[in-house]
């Protein structure tokens, strides 16, 4: 019965959001008040009904209602309760209800906190999202019912796949989803601006905060995600360039050009059509993710079961979208209004660049990802791209970005001082000679990378450090000064340092890794040692036991370091018997500095197990890096002028006077 | 500098941008390609030993053999016409098994194929895409597993 009242409130989500994709549209054409104002009641009408469908698929997972066929196919009575919870959205159905979940949660706001906004474009940004929300609604209605019945219903469920019951995995999917969805805030807001014909301030004060939100729960879920396939395939890397981990990159490269090209808009008034046009982009690429994903055309471990009749509807969603957007644009976009005026060498011509070398970041993994589909589909070869094409095509692409990240946040607005700027960085230029002699001197065999990429991940931190340095004016006011100066610099701004050099720091970690990486296999008895980079490991026993939904066989391994006992390691390799399925529980010994990574793979007492042991240097760098870049988003996303409500206001004169903001 | 100028030079940069862009893909893809072969492609084309591929099928029934340390394994990887004689050294992946679908990468050195990497299946109901398409081409496609 909650089964059937799930799949009634979807149906009416869908009438909802057919009522809120057209009506509010037409209204805002002619001007009728009445019609624009239903925007709002059906926006939160429909997350209302989306959350009921939503909860009613949770009790079926919570309750183990086996006679729902998509909770018998992905739970099991025995599995934790934290994995019957996120089981809802481990699997396709239940993935694309949280998707329609958090698109209409955000539609929700716009209806909530949209009070400022003027109404028609109020309606017509909602108008958008409902659009949205029946093209995906349609699908799940269509090819995907979660709440399908199953009779008889089986005694016990499937399981969900063990590699997907792992803590790190249950919330990656939602802050992946809100970062992917996020996104069709900017294409709403962009798509409403062309009907609606102009760009001004305001929209960018609106589009702005929901990009950064959504740009900092794509870099959350994407380091979740990384994070666990790093612990939890145990195959000791981060990050394989695979079709499905770049499907999730691309948006993000183009929300992070989004992000810097929005600030343009909301300072300056300039690159109007070129935000459109990215935003537009930015969305394209988050269905296109969804769409690799789901279409059963990649090899991955994300891959739902394949049905080509799903991967053709998303495709048609995304032909739709991104087509229609894009004609749009090339309709309404030359009679846009140019903005403000600048030289070259200028925070905005810094940031066009930014925004160059970013797309063209995103060109270069575009083709990498899409080639082997693309040759597959006219020749009927197949390729594989991997890791490293990607080295030598995104790599030296992102080099010069790294560079200018340094320098665009000293230049002024409108007309930059180049020599100044690079006169003040002097600082940052220490920090990168500094960085790449110590690694020069620390190195047995000189190797030219790891000095390059730690020389540039010095002159980001040192740049990051010194534009927060100049703009407090530090040493060169009396201290209180400066530090009255730090307390009132607004958040955006330490947002933008903190993202800035937690990039500086994620790059040491990538670095280090990739160039360091030390890793030994062997067959190891009982009692036996094997040394890696200065640890002695000894394998001490490999004990059974019996967990909720799982065997496993746990190896305990101790570890000394020049014959002092440092850790005792304890990977697991685990067997599932109702999926017949076995994983391996990587164990990670971690110092700020490296990792020790463990994995056990079959063996015996008689013969050995095989050992796998990794050092990983300064992987523990990559995530921190990552998440110093997640906090200066949240931090930049509480400044005060960005708060939802707040953009209305016109910059009054004495805050025009106040130092330029954050950027 | 006028906004017409000012955009122009904005396009011209891109433009050298995307050309310089370009030409690092397409030196990237000439050296890092990987092109996947069946076993029946196999017995056709002569691959060089430098060359490194991708052989796909299904690990043949009863064809593994471990060394005696355990880290160098043998197996034949089949499309049920022909087959391909593999080996490794090191860590196979959890769902490796007799009669599943597996992809090895690596090159041919004299006559067998030493594989660098190789990549079973995700989980139960699913096979590698290039696997089950090299079945379906060597006519021995039983159907897709159910879900």
């Not at chain 1, 793979?601 to 995530?623: C, S």
Request: aromatic content about 10%; overall charge neutral; charged content about 15%.
């Amino acid at each position: 019965m909650i089964a059937e009242l799930g799949h009634f409130a979807l149906a009416l989500a869908l009438c909802i959001a057919v009522v809120q994709s057209v009506l509010p549209l037409v209204g805002a054409a002619r001007g009728d008040d009445i019609l624009m104002s239903l925007a709002r009641p059906a926006a939160s009408g429909q997350f209302l009904a989306i959350a009921v469908a939503f909860g009613a698929l949770t009790y079926g997972y919570v309750t183990s209602d086996f006679s729902i066929l998509n909770v018998a196919q992905n739970s099991h009575s025995l599995k934790p309760m934290l994995y019957k919870v996120s089981g809802v959205w481990g699997n396709h159905e239940g993935s694309m209800i949280l998707w329609v979940l958090i698109l209409s949660l955000f539609g929700f706001a716009v209806a909530a906190f949209g009070n400022n906004l003027p109404a028609s474009l109020r309606a017509r940004v909602l108008s958008v999202q409902g659009m949205i929300g029946v093209g995906f609604l349609g699908f799940i209605l269509l090819t995907s019912n979660p709440f399908e019945r199953l009779n008889p219903a089986p005694l016990d469920g499937r399981d969900l796949n063990p590699l997907l019951q792992d803590p790190g995995l249950a919330f990656h999917p939602p802050m992946l989803y809100l970062g992917y969805v996020g996104f069709s805030m900017a294409f709403s807001f962009a798509v409403a601006a062309l009907i609606e014909g102009r760009v001004d301030p305001a929209w960018a004060r609106w589009v702005r905060p929901w990009t950064l939100a959504a740009w900092t729960a794509l870099t959350a879920g994407i380091t979740l995600g990384s994070w666990w396939a790093y612990y939890e395939l145990g195959w000791g890397g981060w990050w394989y360039w695979d079709p499905v981990e770049n499907a999730s990159f691309m948006p993000w490269l183009a929300g992070t050009a989004l992000l810097h090209s929005a600030i343009v808009v909301e300072k300056r008034d300039a690159l109007k059509s070129w935000t459109i046009l990215l935003a537009i982009i930015t969305f394209g690429l988050s269905l296109m993710g969804t769409f690799l994903v789901r279409s059963g055309v990649l090899t991955s471990v994300h891959a739902f079961a394949v049905d080509p009749e799903r991967g053709l509807f998303i495709l048609g969603l995304l032909v739709v979208a991104s087509g229609g957007g894009l004609i749009l644009f090339a309709i309404r976009a030359p009679s846009m209004k140019l903005g403000g005026m600048f030289q070259p060498i200028s925070r905005e011509g810094g940031l066009i660049m930014n925004n160059l070398l970013l797309s063209v970041a995103t060109a270069t993994v575009f083709i990498g990802t899409l080639y082997p589909l693309f040759l597959d589909a006219t020749t009927g070869e197949k390729v594989s791209v991997g890791p490293p094409f990607f080295n030598a095509a995104f790599v030296p692409v992102m080099m010069p970005l790294i560079l200018l990240v340094a320098v665009g946040p000293m230049l002024a607005w409108k007309r930059g001082d180049l020599p100044g700027a690079m006169a003040r960085l002097w600082v940052a230029a220490a920090v990168s000679i500094a960085a790449a002699a110590f690694v020069w001197s620390r190195q047995n065999d000189v190797a030219l990378g790891p000095v390059i990429g730690f020389a540039f991940a010095g002159w980001l931190a040192g740049g990051a450090v010194t534009e927060w340095a100049e703009r407090i004016a530090l040493f060169r006011v009396p201290f209180s000064v400066s530090l009255s100066r730090a307390l009132g610099l607004p958040r955006a701004a330490y947002g933008m340092t903190l993202a800035h050099f937690g990039l500086a720091i994620f790059i040491c970690g990538a670095v280090a890794d990739s160039f360091w990486r030390q890793e030994v296999v062997v067959n190891a008895r009982q009692g036996e040692t094997v040394s890696i980079a200065g640890y002695d490991l000894t394998l001490e026993k490999v004990e059974r036991a019996q967990g909720p939904n799982y065997q496993t066989e746990s190896a305990f391994i101790r570890v000394r370091r020049g014959g002092a006992e440092v850790a005792t390691l304890v990977p697991e390799r685990r067997f599932y018997p109702v999926q017949q399925m076995p994983t391996t529980e990587a164990a990670i010994h971690s110092t700020f500095l490296a990792d020790l990574y463990a994995a056990i793979g079959e063996g015996g007492a008689r013969d050995g197990w095989t050992v796998r042991v990794w050092h990983n240097p300064l992987v523990p760098w990559i995530w921190t890096g990552c998440l110093i870049m997640v906090a200066g988003g949240l931090v930049s996303l509480s400044d005060r002028r960005l708060r939802v409500g707040a953009p209305r206001r016109r910059v009054q004169p004495d805050q025009a006077a106040a130092p330029a903001g954050a950027d | 500098m006028t906004p017409k100028r000012r955009r122009l030079s904005i396009v011209v940069i891109g433009l050298v941008m995307l050309g310089t862009a370009a030409a690092l893909v397409l030196t990237a893809f000439e050296d890092n390609l990987v092109f996947f072969f069946s076993p029946t492609d196999l017995k056709a084309k002569a691959i060089a030993p430098e060359q490194r591929i991708r052989v796909g099928g299904l690990v043949e029934e009863g064809s593994i053999e471990k060394s005696a340390d355990g880290l160098v394994v043998n197996f034949r990887v089949t499309d049920l016409q022909n087959v391909v004689p593999v080996t490794f050294n090191g860590v196979l992946p959890d769902l490796f098994r007799e009669g599943q679908g597996v992809v090895a990468e690596g090159r041919f050195i004299q006559g067998t194929f030493k594989a660098s990497e190789v990549l079973a299946k995700h989980d139960e109901t699913y096979m590698p895409k290039e696997v089950a398409d090299a079945l379906k081409k060597s006519g021995k496609w039983k159907g897709e597993a159910k879900p």
